[in-house]
């Protein structure tokens, strides 16, 4: 009965990942092709950089929860340089990639996360922080950013 009530939070936390993602689409959807690429969704950041930036740590994501169904240890909170670093570089990289490519790849890191999350064998609540953590609480806080942008593109 515990493994069953486990398994549904862990389908209603693969839900409300799709849901969010979705919903972040749904705001990039709201921006117009040609102002996807243009800075200012956040400073110096555009809505393509955010796409990216959520598929880089969805992906990272997978990789620590991997890292974990094998028994190893999870890694210690990272230092602000090292995410800054991290965050930097995937927006470096996002400028180098086509619209199709960043959404695909994007799309790819969570399929990763989302079996490395799923074929878990227990939640392991450090597994479940990543996947919560890097996912759909990543996706919401950005797709709210996304919104206020999309609506001064639309107007201006």
Known sequence: RADAGRLMERHELLEREAASWRALLAAVDRVPPERRTEPGVVPGWSVADLVWHCGVWADDAARRIELISTGGDPEPDWPDAAWRKMNDDAAEASKTMTWEEIV????????RVREAFASLSETASEGESEFVEETFEHYEEHTAEI??????????
């Open 147 to 156: 919104e206020r942008f999309a609506a001064t593109a639309a107007s201006g």
């Open 104 to 111: 695909s790849r994007s799309e790819a890191a969570r399929e």
